[in-house]
């Protein structure tokens, strides 16, 4: 698989664990880097505060993002992300443990390109991380 960077955006320590554990797993060779709140993500992905001087335009080649997150929500982000002409390309997957149907159609009215619920069984979190990273990493192609 490709060995561009994957933003995890992800506030459960849990899921954080499940997550590396199933993208390993999927034997993807991308770096992974973990925020761990809503305002962390776009300080990675614009290379301001603990990531200043981080070259913004080296961008994920995909964003696994929370929902529900401290500081700002996972829907703030993807807005502030699209926004941006030099980040409005990216994948950006909501992995999600809501079942709002509202966060659904918000999400991709603010152009999420999949919306995933984490199941809440231990072995289908890892399969489903593992095939989205197999899809995302391997399949799917994106302008550079």
């Given amino acids: 698989m490709n060995s561009g960077t994957i933003l995890l955006v ?29 305002q962390e993500a776009l300080d990675y992905i614009f290379g301001k505060g603990k990531f200043n001087g981080r070259n913004p335009n080296e961008t994920p ?29 990216i994948p950006i997957v909501l992995l999600t443990s809501s079942d709002e149907e509202r966060d659904m159609v918000d999400g991709y009215k603010l152009g999420a390109n999949s919306y995933i619920n984490k199941p809440v069984d231990f072995d ?11 899809y995302w990493l391997g399949f799917n192609k994106t302008p550079h």
């Avoid at 289908?124 to 197999?134: D, T």
């Fill in 10 to 38: 992800e506030d459960n320590p849990d899921d954080e664990v499940l997550a590396l554990r199933a993208l390993k797993k999927a034997q993807t060779k991308n770096n992974v880097v973990v925020a761990r709140d809503g």
């Fill in 61 to 89: 080649q995909v964003i696994f993002l929370d929902i529900k997150l401290p500081k700002l929500n996972g829907l703030e982000v993807l807005k502030n992300i699209r926004e941006d002409e030099r980040t409005s390309l």
């Fill in 124 to 134: 289908e979190f890892i399969e489903q991380v593992k095939v989205l990273g197999r």
